[in-house]
């Protein structure tokens, strides 16, 4: 089973695809009821995207995602491949390329000695100090942080500190985040999905203000 997604004028028959009767609520609910079983319904919690199953004396917290394969079909029948799921409560469908995300992750980090997940662990720790002082950044999430400096050319990293890339980093974020039209080619980790044209949960502007407090915070 999987969710496609066709180039326009095509539909699932086109690519040799049938409809499956086996829906993703009904895979769900089946992987509902074996953690259940496995672990006691009272140690389990449904949220909209993720099971999460508590800790005991030999057992740490867990988070389980059901999903279905994601092909991002092409006109010649080649695909791309990635996750979707469909949110228990919000009806939200949800797509990621988790195995493209790691390999651009992995290529920038190479290419900048380092410095962009080192730079990334430092707005994400900055994040967490700020929001238990009182600020409210309850749409930035770790995920989007990462995207962020994703869209940080390599040459703003490898300056004489490690402060140097940081405060680099905030700087291009911040003027290149003041207009739709500056960012609006930015895409997340992946190469695959706009940061800033598909409805979310984060707005350009208020990631802006988390960028300036965050550079305001720090210099």
């Keep these: 089973m999987f969710f496609a997604n066709y180039p326009d004028g095509k539909k699932h028959t086109d690519f040799g695809n049938s409809e499956a009767s086996y829906t993703f609520t009904q895979y769900r609910r089946d992987i509902d009821q074996a953690i259940s079983s496995l672990y ?22 867990a988070d389980a995602v059901p999903c279905f394969e994601h092909r991002r079909y092409s006109s010649d029948g080649t ?3 990635g996750k979707e799921f469909i949110g228990r409560y919000s009806g939200d469908r949800v ?14 980090n190479n290419i900048t000695s380092k410095r962009y997940k080192k730079v ?13 002082e009182g600020y409210n950044f309850d749409n930035i999430s770790s995920f989007l942080i990462e995207s962020l400096v994703w869209n940080v050319p390599n040459s703003n990293f490898n300056n004489s500190t490690l402060t140097d890339d940081v405060r680099n980093s905030l700087t291009y974020l911040i003027d290149d985040t003041s207009t739709q039209q500056k960012c609006s080619e930015w895409g997340e980790v ?30």
């Excluded at 797509?95 to 920038?108: A, D, I, L, M, R």
């Excluded at 990334?120 to 238990?132: E, G, N």
């Design 120 to 132: 990334v662990r430092i707005l994400k720790r900055l994040k967490y100090k700020m929001v238990d």
């Design 95 to 108: 797509n990621n390329f988790p195995e493209q995300h790691y390999t651009n992750g992995v290529n920038k």
């Design 79 to 81: 695909y791309i491949t």
């Design 190 to 219: 992946s190469e695959l999905l706009y940061l800033f044209r598909a409805f979310r949960k984060f707005s350009r502007e208020e990631v802006n203000e988390f960028l300036k407090d965050s550079y305001n915070y720090l210099f």
């Design 40 to 61: 006691g319904l009272e140690n389990v919690e449904y949220g909209d995207k993720s099971i999460k199953v508590s800790s005991n004396s030999y057992r740490v917290d």
